[in-house]
């Protein structure tokens, strides 16, 4: 099993970086023009049509949060229209952790139409910063479906937007392992849906959504701790953690009291609120209902340049 190599004394790239670090883009081309997930689908245009005021402005509180505590990268917005997704960088593509180097990103070949010209995007921004940039030639939609647990160990989501073959193609070319989950239902169509990795020993799992025999799997490398159907549904594994915070997405300010979304949302806060308090963690919820118009919650936003905040652990 590989193990991850210690920080060299002097960083040449944010991956390497002592401290956590991530990349974001700032809402300048975001639109929901062209329905690329059932979410939109099932929504009106003049619905889900944003407010680009208010976008911005739910955006900048985010970005303050995580830039008061990490280092912080904006994606360049190199034209205003015809990049729809490029806010959600999650799926611009992925740092692999173990590599000794930590200088390789593996940036997405998009099963999603009007995503495919944000591939180029990715390779000239992580290239002009001297990364190792690779791009699969089988379907594969970054972060938001490769997660990392320790060493050289991954959890791969496949079947909706991203190939099972291009998880045997980084084990190959990269010495890994991916423990390979099959995506089933349209709602949760990327990983980070489903599956949060919490610590390097834990992992929140919508345990309903998958086969015994995948949860088995998973059990063999990390404790499965479950979340039900329903706040998989809200958001609760689309949040990311940020030293000893994990950072979700709600709108319960924004819901009547009373109404069903606003009971399910109420439910999500406390499972989270409650898994966390287990373990020892604070949580912040910030409110990104604008970006929910494009299929997308909190962990769509961030792109992980390391994972340094797992490094450390709170029990």
Same mark, same amino acid.
Request: proline share 5%; charged share 25%; hydrophobic share 40%.
């Given at each position: ?9 002097? #960083? ?17 081309? @975001? ?27 739910? @955006?900048?509180? @985010? ?9 912080? *990268? ?35 070949? @998009? ?25 699969? %030639? ?7 479906? !490769?997660?990392? !647990? *320790? ?13 099972? %073959? ?13 423990? $390979? ?30 086969? #015994? ?6 059990? $063999? ?71 929910? $118009? ?15 905040? *797992? ?5």
């Amino acid at each position: 099993m590989t193990t991850t190599a210690a920080r060299p004394a002097h #960083p040449i790239n944010p991956t390497q970086h002592e401290g956590p670090a991530y990349l974001l883009n700032a809402p300048f081309s @975001f639109s929901t023009e062209v329905a690329n997930n059932i979410w939109m689908e099932e929504m009106p245009l003049d619905e889900r049509r944003p407010d680009a005021r208010k976008a911005m402005a739910q @955006f900048l509180r @985010f970005y303050g949060l995580v830039a008061s505590e990490s280092l912080v *990268y904006l994606l360049p917005t190199p034209r205003p229209d015809g990049l729809q997704d490029l806010v959600f960088t999650a799926n611009m593509g992925v740092v692999l952790e173990h590599l000794p180097e930590r200088d390789t990103v593996v940036i997405s070949n @998009f099963t999603s139409a009007p995503r495919t010209g944000e591939t180029e995007i990715g390779v000239r921004f992580f290239e002009s910063m001297g990364y190792r940039v690779v791009v699969p %030639e089988t379907k594969f939609e970054g972060e938001a479906e !490769l997660k990392h !647990l *320790y060493d050289d160990v991954y959890i791969g989501g496949y079947g909706l937007r991203s190939q099972r %073959e291009t998880y045997e193609w980084l084990e190959r070319t990269y010495d890994m392992t991916v423990l $390979k989950l099959a995506e089933t239902d349209p709602y949760l169509y990327h990983l980070d849906c489903t599956v949060f990795p919490i610590t390097k020993e834990q992992t929140l799992v919508c345990t309903a959504k998958y086969e #015994p025999e995948e949860l088995s799997l998973l059990e $063999k490398h990390t404790e499965v701790i479950d979340v039900s159907s329903a706040s998989a549904m809200a958001g609760l594994c689309n949040s990311m953690r940020m030293n000893n915070l994990i950072v979700n997405a709600s709108d319960i300010h924004d819901l009547r009291a009373g109404t069903e979304d606003y009971q399910m949302e109420v439910a999500k806060n406390r499972e989270l609120e409650d898994i966390a308090g287990r373990l020892g963690f604070e949580v912040a919820h910030i409110n990104l209902s604008e970006f929910t $118009k494009g299929g997308a919650l909190l962990s769509c936003m961030v792109m992980h340049l390391n994972r340094y905040s *797992y490094e450390f652990s709170l029990l």
